[in-house]
């Protein structure tokens, strides 16, 4: 309910909190080893009896929680909630109103489709207009920086190792709330430190065979700033010119 449907913002109750948790008794994993897999109810651990949250009443039985999962769903606070984390990842650390609308509204017209909400974000004019805002976490930078170079699939322990020395640890999220969305969390200055040490080591092994101009028009294109460019130009070697491509605000950002 906190993280993941309507939010605080639903004003939920701890007693709100307590009927969801009788409302799941009975539901359990099946073993990895059985077959099927999944979920299934045991109705002998079922909290008996109808219980009301959010100011709704739903009966017992294997048919209760089904319903309260489609309930939250569907609650206009949880249009709202995920409405304005999918424009603060796509769009802006600080969501334009207008756009949280315009994903809300999706979500509430074709019934939590979550195809109907990217379209509604693809179609947000904030989601295009420059400069470029979202600042790429550890992960996303080292997708890029790989997939720019044309990277062979790498030995993931050293993509995992590379992660968890730039502050995102591949699954290994320090608060239940998952991984920081906004650039603050991610411009320490060590932290940029290291994603400067990083992309100087890659470009240490890919400068032999790279053009460091051909590739900034590859990745950047129009959005390649003049002083980029100039510097990329001006650089000692082609190892420099690639790790000030892979420094670049402009290449730090989507």
């Given amino acids: 309910m906190e993280l993941h449907t309507v939010s605080p913002a639903a004003g939920y109750s701890q007693a709100d909190v307590t009927a969801f948790a009788r409302i799941l008794t009975g539901w359990q994993m099946r073993p990895m080893n059985q077959p099927g897999g999944g979920v299934w109810f045991n109705a002998n651990r079922h909290e008996p009896g109808a219980h009301t949250a959010l100011g709704r009443s739903f009966g017992e039985g294997e048919r209760s929680a089904p319903e309260a999962l489609a309930f939250l769903a569907n609650h206009p606070a949880t249009h709202r909630n995920l409405a304005e984390k999918l424009v603060r990842h796509f769009v802006a650390d600080t969501p334009p109103p207008a756009a949280i609308r315009r994903v809300e509204g999706a979500l509430r017209d074709m019934r939590d489709d979550l195809g109907a909400a990217s379209a509604a974000l693809v179609g947000i004019p904030e989601a295009w207009d420059g400069p470029l805002t979202k600042l790429r976490s550890p992960q996303d930078y080292v997708v890029a920086v790989l997939r720019a170079v044309g990277s062979p699939a790498p030995e993931g322990q050293g993509v995992v190792a590379t ?7 591949l699954w290994q999220v320090p608060a239940p709330d998952g991984w920081p969305d906004t650039a603050p969390s991610w411009t320490g200055p060590e932290a940029m430190l290291r994603r400067v040490e990083w992309a100087h080591a890659v470009a240490g092994r890919f400068a032999a065979r790279s053009n460091p101009a051909a590739l900034a028009e590859q990745v950047l294109g129009p959005l390649a700033s003049p002083a980029t460019l100039r510097e ?12 000030l491509l892979f420094t670049s605000p402009e290449f730090q950002r989507r």
């Fill in 163 to 169: 992660m968890g020395r730039l502050g995102q640890a």
């Fill in 232 to 243: 990329m130009s001006r650089a000692g070697s082609q190892r420099d010119a690639l790790t």
